[in-house]
């Protein structure tokens, strides 16, 4: 079934990117597989489950997106239709990829850990005059922590690495959230 937001978005996408996104659309209804997307400038494609795909298809993954080509935001990138790979290769994968969707296959993604956060002297020197403003950093996860933490680093100038602390031991006095302003209370 053919989505009405889908035919707005591909008649309203530059003209040398509607063939490339018909012809793309055509080949495939069947769950959520691949993204495609008109730029100023290009098209792009690609599956959601790239790296799956590649151990399903083989040597053929590599036509479908090759090294060397350019890719962006959202996949491959696309100047004209002549650019595709074969349709019996993109119908090939798009089964591939309906039928790891079927069988719920899903990619594995490693979870990247960050060091923790190590606070600077400055920051430290100043938790320990301030008990409720210790506490409450302490009470944050690392990411909480790291926002403050990256905030004050972040500054060039002492004047403003002075403000920011200041203000970071006021708003952690008070129990906040470095972005405190924009959360939902």
Not at 29 to 41: L, R, Y
Not at 95 to 102: G, I, P, R, T
Request: glycine share 6%; net charge positive; aromatic share 8%.
């Amino acid at each position: 079934m053919k989505s009405r937001a889908v035919d707005a978005y591909i008649a309203k996408s530059p003209a040398f990117a509607r063939p490339i996104l018909e012809h793309l659309r055509s080949l495939m209804h069947k769950g959520i597989v691949a993204g495609m997307a008109a730029f100023k400038q290009h098209a792009a494609f690609g599956f959601w489950s790239k790296r799956l795909l590649e151990e399903v298809l083989g040597k053929d993954a590599e036509k479908l997106s090759p090294k060397n080509a350019e890719s962006g935001m959202g996949g491959r990138k696309f100047l004209s239709l002549s650019e595709l790979p074969p349709d019996a290769l993109l119908i090939r994968a798009i089964k591939a990829a309906v039928a790891l969707n079927e069988e719920g296959v899903r990619p594995t993604r490693e979870l990247r850990k960050k060091p923790p956060v190590k606070p600077p002297p400055y920051l430290v020197a100043a938790l320990r005059k301030n008990a409720m403003a210790k506490k409450t950093f302490e009470g944050f996860t690392p990411s909480q922590q790291r926002e403050y933490v990256e905030w004050l680093t972040d500054a060039k100038q002492e004047a403003t690495r002075a403000r920011r602390l200041a203000t970071t031991i006021e708003w952690l006095a008070e129990g906040k959230q470095r972005n405190w302003k924009y959360q939902n209370c």
